[in-house]
């Protein structure tokens, strides 16, 4: 079992940045990859982005190439989604989540999310 929190969602004004961290704990951290999705209102789940276990492999989904970065450490059991030049279309749902594998999908754990609202 993984057991995963997430922190530093809040309020933004469009342009802006927010971390978001998420704290993984139950299994050895560096034996599965992690990914950050979203949800907005009234849609469906979205990739956001994804790591392998060391960190040597990223993947982003097409909205927010270029502008978020996903990182990790390992000796933190922690992961993390640097959004920069946020836009009022980022505010939603951001979930953690936990591959069987070191190295994506599929998703065996979710965290419970934290909201990111941007401003315009």
């Known amino acids: 079992q993984v057991q995963l929190a997430e922190s530093g969602g809040g309020l933004a004004q469009a342009g802006g940045s927010l971390r978001l961290s998420c704290a993984a704990s139950?299994?050895?951290?560096?034996?599965?990859?992690m990914g950050w999705f979203r949800q907005a209102p009234g849609k469906e789940r979205e990739f956001v982005a994804d790591?392998?276990?060391?960190?040597?492999?990223?993947g982003y989904g097409d909205s927010v190439k270029g502008r978020f970065t996903i990182s990790r450490d390992n000796a933190k059991n922690t992961v993390y989604l640097q959004m920069n030049s946020l836009q009022p279309e980022d505010t939603a749902v951001y979930y953690c989540a936990a591959a069987s594998n070191m190295w994506g999908g599929p998703w065996a754990y979710w965290g419970q999310g934290t909201q990111v609202t941007v401003s315009s």
């Open positions: 790591i392998n276990w060391n960190g040597g492999r990223t």
């Open positions: 139950g299994r050895t951290f560096s034996g599965y990859a």
